[in-house]
Nanobody, 122 residues
Framework: QVQLVESGGGLVQPGGSLRLSCAAS????????MGWYRQAPGKERELVAT???????NYADSVKGRFTIPRDNTKNTVYLQMNSLKPEDTAVYYC????????????????WGQGTQVTVSS
């Protein structure tokens, strides 16, 4: 099994910054892509940013130029650096990882963190 633990959410004023962290642990053979998604009240979960194990990134248009998704492969950790935050960024942010595990046959699975609340408000 694989566990993803997120941290770093909270309340921030518009224009401020936050950094989320997501650490993966468990029966990990290789972490492939990692990413962040978010879900605002009454809305569907949407992609924020992803990064492959080669460092290739992809961002939602709404966060391009404001968010970055660095990754530390030595710590099995992905971050979401959020700058110039807007009220519309308010949501629960979820970490996601595509992981090849050490089980028989090295199965690959999709895993989610428990979510962390980000609130942007004055």
């Amino acid at each position: 099994q694989v566990q993803l633990v997120e941290s770093g959410g909270g309340l921030v004023q518009p224009g401020g910054s936050l950094r989320l962290s997501c650490a993966a642990s468990g029966s990990i053979f290789r972490i492939n892509a990692m990413g962040w998604y978010r879900q605002a009240p009454g809305k569907e979960r949407e992609l924020v940013a992803t990064i492959t194990n080669y460092g290739s990134t992809n961002y939602a248009d709404s966060v391009k130029g404001r968010f970055t998704i660095p990754r530390d492969n030595t710590k099995n950790t992905v971050y979401l650096q959020m700058n110039s935050l807007k009220p519309e960024d308010t949501a629960v942010y979820y970490c996601n990882a595509d992981v090849t595990t050490t089980g028989f046959g090295f199965p690959t699975g999709h895993y989610w963190g428990q979510g962390t609340q980000v609130t942007v408000s004055s």
